[in-house]
């Protein structure tokens, strides 16, 4: 074994990354491994973007403890790292008579998993809340805690103040299996070799089930991956004012129609249950499905607003809530199993994953000192991962400053977004560098807007290929085989078919 | 931040720009200026190293550059001034412009006119919505030929088409020069969006195949597109179930429309046309806001780069009159009107007093294909004003139609003319 490790987190998720963010608090050598080139690239960064005031989740649940647990600690959170988090609260909007008495339900279940600030308003009230609502809504559920969030923001700045405080990420990093001695694991193999480790911690999302059957735990767990399509709209055409839900149904919150922190509505998504741990497709069928479901919503959406479409997987797991009397198979595993030693295993853990994240890398930490783990706290401990330039969100005067200091920032390369030159380079320099096109995108929102990328391309795989000091032939999409471009031009093809 | 102050400011260097800032000097304009998002003057006909330019302004077929080149020479002639690297982040109505460069940071213009010829963008993947993954090898079809043209990267080696536009089909021939198989040019509609020039000398002369009536269903591959599944499609537009065929390649392009790039034009305050998807204007190119000017593929979609510059040319000359306070100010005004089988017409208005001066081109795309003889007509109050006659009618070729001085004397009032397509 290479190295060893006192912790080791297995997956770079949003919950894997704030995990590692909270347990860099203490003195403990901490590495994450992601198998994905980038941490927060799979479900954390292809999902609804919210988080949840937590009156949707089955009263005593673990899923319903862990999101109301982790309402309060956002708005300082956010503060802390720096990530986009808005709360502009959010609705549930009843449309026709009959949907109204749901509100009722969802409020005394709010009540009882504890969700404060919440009210229901009228019809009326919300047509004048939100002009473009469909006319026959006749109430709605108004949570105040409910808040808008940078999903890939909010995991890339956890993962960033964890490697600022000296925990090791390495992506491209997958997990094969546990190294057990005497019923305790003691290491990691991985594709670039074994690492020591006192503790494991299952934070592989999708691969959660994989990764704990590995250690022989819970042989009957089970993720089934569901998948959900989503639409973005150009925010020329129109913006939502908040947040709205349609009445839930038994298998999920339904299909949405929401502002996001970048200005741009969004609708969706499906749930559709697949087997394919990796199948992140858009249907034809799926993407009507979303069209119709936010007209139910928004009548006004049409087609031609559309300028983005992707789908993501939640890890929706068959985990029975432990809580005595409550019937309810899909809960989240934030445990420590008492059939062996040094694994911590989370599992299931699909919406309000999200939202329940720093609760649940607080829960992480409890289990471990239950366990008698001594965590020391650093004396140099630093919790605030600062935020960098943004020019697209500056006033003149800021930009003007920004350019005198870096003359990078005064050249656009995304005409959409106003995203320059400087900004792609400090991502690339940053804590958690970014090596890829896609990673470029989150991290800065390049090219998600109306040309999606058709005038960026071309620019910032230069600028990739310049900074990361490789060929423009090796600048890929998502890493792998993602590449772009194949060969300069007047070359002759290698093979001739 | 030292503000500037033009008497006319174009944005864009495009074919339409260039010719704008270059009437505007001519016609009295004392300061003139060009800004350019990018590193050289010309706009996407640098990308554009195909011949086809230049037939009926030059009466000579010149490559995309060569005929830049014409018009760049004129303007350093001219001494009009540029502004390059240098991207424009907010109009007002008030003719403001702040814009954004590498050595001069944040810089506010004030125009005496302003003149946008920013041109239009391609329509993307997402637009159309194309169901399936999302891996690298998905491009639009200017994006490839910048890489290919202007970078010398080739982005694929096995390539299929979606869509008959004239980018897609000049990349389909540019692409097999360069030692790439394009296995089929697909398109959704039943007749060709582009040129029929293109299909002949681009696809035809490559024996590279066109389906009509066929479109994607789907993307396949994870990483780095793998196939995609193509089918064929019904009247409206449905795929037709058991039609579908698997075809192995490792690059979809898109050519499937372009779209006047009007978020500077919507931030001053401009009217756009939900048709053209670019501002209303008068055979000025005058938009609804004073002062204000849009001239080529910002205001519609054009098929040639000569009546790009056309246009340019009529915008330079309003927006110098205007910045000089000498655009007269009519009591008249003839709006015109999309008839029979037009889908829109350009421009939207104009100022009869104008046309005892000089003819005015009505400029305008059919709805449907007449592959037959047609007349095209223009009429006011129930009188034939003018017409001419065309062989055929194709919705991949603009029609001109020119109103003649000798035709002043049908709008004597403000009023409507209609123009119809019809089969002779």
Not at chain 2, 313 to 321: D, F, N, Q, S, Y
Request: glycine share 10%.
């Amino acid at each position: 074994m290479s190295e060893t490790y006192d912790i080791i987190i297995i997956g770079g998720g949003v919950v894997g990354c704030m995990t590692a963010r909270f347990l860099s608090r203490y003195k403990l050598s901490i590495l994450l491994i992601e198998k994905e080139i980038d941490i927060g690239s799979v479900t954390s960064a292809a999902n609804t973007a919210l988080v949840h005031p937590g009156y949707d989740p089955v009263s005593g649940s673990l899923k319903a403890k862990m999101n109301v647990a982790a309402v309060p600690l956002w708005l300082n959170l956010s503060e802390e790292l720096n990530f986009a988090y808005e709360r502009c609260g959010d609705f549930v909007v009843a449309i026709g008579q009959e949907e109204l008495p749901q509100l009722d339900e969802l409020v005394e279940r709010g009540k009882r998993n504890g969700v404060t600030g919440m009210s229901i308003v009228s019809g009326d009230e919300m047509r004048k809340r939100e002009p473009l609502i469909n006319p026959a809504v006749s109430g709605a559920l108004f949570a105040e805690t409910g808040a808008m969030c940078d999903p890939f923001g909010v995991t890339l700045a956890a993962a960033e103040n964890a490697v600022m405080n000296g925990v090791t990420i390495l992506r491209d990093t997958a997990f094969e299996d546990f190294i057990i001695q005497n019923k305790r694991i003691v290491g990691v193999k991985t594709n670039r070799g074994a690492f020591g480790c006192r503790w494991a911690i299952n934070a592989a999302g999708l691969y959660s089930d994989v990764v704990m059957h590995k250690a022989g735990v819970r042989p009957e767990f089970k993720i089934t991956p569901r998948k959900g399509e989503y639409l973005i709209l150009d925010r020329a055409d129109f913006e939502l004012q908040s947040v709205y839900f349609p009445v839930p149904t038994e298998i999920s919150k339904g299909i949405m129609a929401t502002n996001s922190v970048h200005g741009n509505t969004i609708l969706g998504p499906t749930a559709h249950d697949q087997d394919d741990k990796e199948d992140k497709t858009n249907s034809e069928s799926g993407l009507q499905e979303v069209l119709e479901g936010g007209r139910k919503l928004i009548p006004c959406v049409d087609p031609r607003h559309v300028i983005a479409v992707f789908a993501g997987l939640r890890a929706a797991g068959n985990a029975p809530c432990e809580t005595p009397g409550v019937d309810y198979g899909h809960d989240f595993i934030v445990e420590i199993p008492a059939t062996i030693q040094g694994l911590v295993n989370l599992g299931g853990i699909e919406s309000p994953g999200l939202s329940s994240s720093p609760a649940i890398a607080l829960r992480v930490i409890d289990l471990l000192k239950d366990a008698g783990e001594k965590l020391v706290e650093k004396s140099d401990w630093n919790p605030i991962r600062p935020a960098r330039p943004r020019f697209r969100h500056m006033t003149h005067a800021q930009r003007q400053a920004v350019i005198e200091k870096d003359e990078r920032y005064g050249r656009v390369v995304c005409r959409c977004e106003n995203v320059t030159e400087g900004e792609i380079v400090a991502e690339i320099h940053s804590p958690v560098p970014a090596t890829t096109y896609d990673a470029i995108k989150r991290r800065t929102w390049l090219g998600t807007g109306r040309c999606q990328g058709g005038f960026d391309l071309p620019r910032v795989t230069h600028i990739l290929a310049r900074e990361l000091g490789i060929s423009e032939t090796a600048v890929s999409k998502k890493g792998g085989d993602s590449t772009f471009l194949l060969r300069p031009t007047k070359q002759a093809e290698d093979d001739h078919d | 931040m030292t503000n500037l102050h033009y008497d006319v400011v174009v944005v864009g260097s495009g074919p339409g720009g260039l010719a704008a800032a270059i009437s505007a000097r001519q016609n009295g304009a004392e300061k003139v200026l060009i800004i350019e998002r990018d590193i050289e003057l010309g706009g996407i006909l640098l990308q554009c190293i195909h011949n086809g330019f230049g037939v009926e302004v030059f009466k000579e077929d010149l490559p995309g550059p060569s005929y830049a080149q014409r018009f760049i020479q004129q303007v350093h002639d001219l001494k009009i001034d540029t502004l390059l690297d240098s991207m424009v982040l907010e109009t007002t109505p008030d003719r403001r412009l702040f814009i954004t460069n590498r050595k001069l940071g944040i810089r506010e213009i004030k125009a005496g006119a302003l003149v946008f010829a920013m041109g239009c963008r391609e329509r993307t993947r997402a637009q159309i919505r194309l169901p399936g993954s999302r891996p690298a090898g998905v491009y639009t079809a200017g994006t490839a030929q910048r890489w290919v043209n202007v970078e010398g990267y080739m982005p694929g080696k096995r390539f299929v088409i979606l869509g008959s536009g004239d980018i897609g089909m000049i990349m389909a021939r540019r692409l097999t020069f360069e030692g790439a198989k394009v296995e089929r040019v697909l398109e959704i509609m039943p007749y060709l969006s582009g040129l029929t020039r293109n299909y002949v000398q681009c696809l035809q002369d490559f024996d590279i195949p066109l389906q009509l009536n066929h479109t994607v269903k789907r993307i396949i591959g994870n990483n780095r597109v793998e196939a995609i599944e193509a089918a064929a499609v019904d009247e409206q537009r449905r795929i037709i179930p058991g039609s579908e065929e698997i075809i192995p390649c490792d690059t979809l392009l898109l050519s499937v429309g372009l779209i006047p790039e009007n978020e500077l034009s919507r931030q001053a305050g401009v009217r756009i046309d939900p048709v053209t998807a670019g501002a209303f204007v008068d055979s000025r190119f005058h938009t609804s806001v004073p002062g204000i000017f849009s001239a080529g593929n910002v205001v519609h979609v054009y098929d040639l780069v000569d009546w790009v510059t056309q246009a340019g040319l009529a915008a330079g000359k309003g927006a110098a009159l205007f910045a000089q306070g000498k655009l007269a100010v009519s009591d008249k005004v003839v709006r015109t009107q999309a008839g029979e089988n037009v889908r829109y017409i350009v421009p939207h208005t104009f100022d009869p007093n104008l046309l005892a001066e000089e003819a005015i081109p009505l400029q305008m795309r059919v709805k449907q294909p007449i592959e037959a003889p047609v007349w095209v007509e223009a009429v006011c109050n129930g009188k034939s004003v003018t017409r001419k006659a065309l062989p055929y009618a194709r919705p991949g070729e603009m029609v001109t139609l020119n109103l003649k001085p000798d035709v002043v004397d049908s709008f004597r009032e403000s009023g409507t003319l209609t123009v119809n397509i019809t089969e002779r």
